[in-house]
């Protein structure tokens, strides 16, 4: 499922991993991180790890999903997923925000608190999504990240240098 390739970055000369999912997404991570497959409900899930002493775990799933024939069309579907992605009715969710990228593909963004097996964590949550042709018709393809952090280290300026670059790599990342 992932295709890890290590070249040097056409930004600024700085190097990192090239990854591809599920032939729906590619994007770039900063050098160093380990990446590895977790299985969740019977679905491969990508796991990103940044290197030591760094904390987190990236993690994505991708999707493509066929637009029901009452929903508007490809375009109306991917707003909708995006819509739905950010929690509007979950307390939990804060900082949303759902936007257009020039070449069309959508971006949906939140930041949520929770509690996993008793432990306070912030996990950001990003979806990249884009019409792109199938088969016989358009399909909505997407690809959905959520960075999870241990709450203690929230708000930490090594923390908010790393969420940058994830923030980056993610906003850039190209739908397939």
Same mark, same amino acid.
């Given at each position: +499922?992932?295709?890890?390739?290590?070249?040097?970055?056409?930004?600024?000369?700085?190097?990192?991993?090239?990854?591809?999912?599920?032939?729906?997404?590619?994007?770039?991570?900063?050098?160093?991180?380990?990446?590895?497959?977790?299985?969740?409900?019977?679905?491969?899930?990508?796991?990103?790890?940044?290197?030591?002493?760094?904390?987190?775990?990236?993690?994505?799933?991708?999707?493509?999903?066929?637009?029901?024939? &009452?929903?508007?069309?490809?375009?109306?579907?991917?707003?909708? +997923?995006?819509?739905?992605?950010?929690?509007?009715?979950?307390?939990?969710?804060?900082?949303?925000?759902?936007?257009?990228?020039?070449?069309?593909?959508?971006?949906?963004?939140? +930041? +949520?608190?929770?509690?996993? &097996?008793?432990?306070?964590?912030?996990?950001?949550?990003?979806?990249?999504?884009?019409?792109?042709?199938?088969?016989?018709?358009?399909?909505?393809?997407?690809?959905?990240?959520?960075?999870?952090?241990?709450?203690?280290?929230?708000?930490?300026?090594?923390?908010? &240098?790393?969420?940058?670059?994830?923030?980056?790599?993610?906003?850039?990342? &190209?739908?397939?």
């Amino acid at each position: +499922m992932a295709d890890e390739t290590y070249s040097a970055s056409g930004q600024g000369n700085r190097q990192g991993s090239d990854i591809g999912w599920s032939d729906t997404v590619r994007f770039r991570l900063p050098a160093g991180w380990a990446v590895d497959v977790e299985e969740h409900e019977g679905q491969p899930v990508g796991t990103f790890r940044p290197p030591p002493p760094a904390g987190g775990v990236l993690r994505l799933v991708t999707d493509r999903v066929v637009p029901r024939p &009452e929903s508007g069309g490809t375009a109306a579907t991917l707003q909708e +997923m995006a819509l739905r992605f950010v929690r509007p009715q979950d307390p939990r969710a804060g900082d949303r925000t759902v936007e257009s990228r020039a070449d069309g593909a959508v971006i949906a963004q939140a +930041m +949520m608190r929770t509690e996993e &097996e008793g432990r306070a964590e912030t996990h950001y949550l990003w979806l990249v999504g884009a019409e792109r042709p199938d088969t016989a018709e358009s399909v909505a393809a997407v690809a959905m990240f959520s960075f999870a952090l241990p709450d203690l280290m929230d708000g930490d300026e090594s923390c908010a &240098e790393m969420l940058g670059r994830i923030d980056d790599a993610i906003r850039n990342a &190209e739908i397939l």
